[in-house]
């Protein structure tokens, strides 16, 4: 399993690299885009969010079809994806870090 921080930099070099990725492997960042986001508000208890979030709705409509995507699209759509994992990212590193943070001041 990869972590976050490997899936923000595979999804960021492949939209810098977009215009010369077949359309199998587009289809396979945004699957893979969109099951990281999921597994992450999940991991937060914010299940909710994913059903709310506009970057999940767009990863799902261009999951349908990446073959008609242009590349300035698919390289948005991969760099919003990227924006919500790495707020993903930064929650969960938050709430790891609190019980512990608390427990310094308990002593």
Do not use: C, N
Not at 53 to 78: C, K, T, W
Request: aromatic share 4%; proline share 3%.
């Amino acid at each position: 399993m990869k972590s976050i921080s490997d899936v923000i930099a595979e999804l960021t070099r492949a939209a810098e690299e977009v215009q010369t990725l077949p359309e199998g492997e587009k289809l396979r960042l945004l699957g893979r885009a969109y099951v990281t986001i999921r597994e992450g508000w999940e991991a937060l208890g914010q299940a909710d969010h994913l059903t709310e979030s506009a970057e999940a709705f767009d990863l799902i409509q261009a999951g349908r079809v990446p073959l008609y995507l242009y590349d300035d699209e698919m390289r948005a759509i991969l760099l919003e994806a990227v924006k919500v994992i790495r707020q993903i990212e930064a929650a969960l590193e938050a709430r790891d870090a609190s019980p512990s943070e608390s427990a310094a001041t308990d002593r």
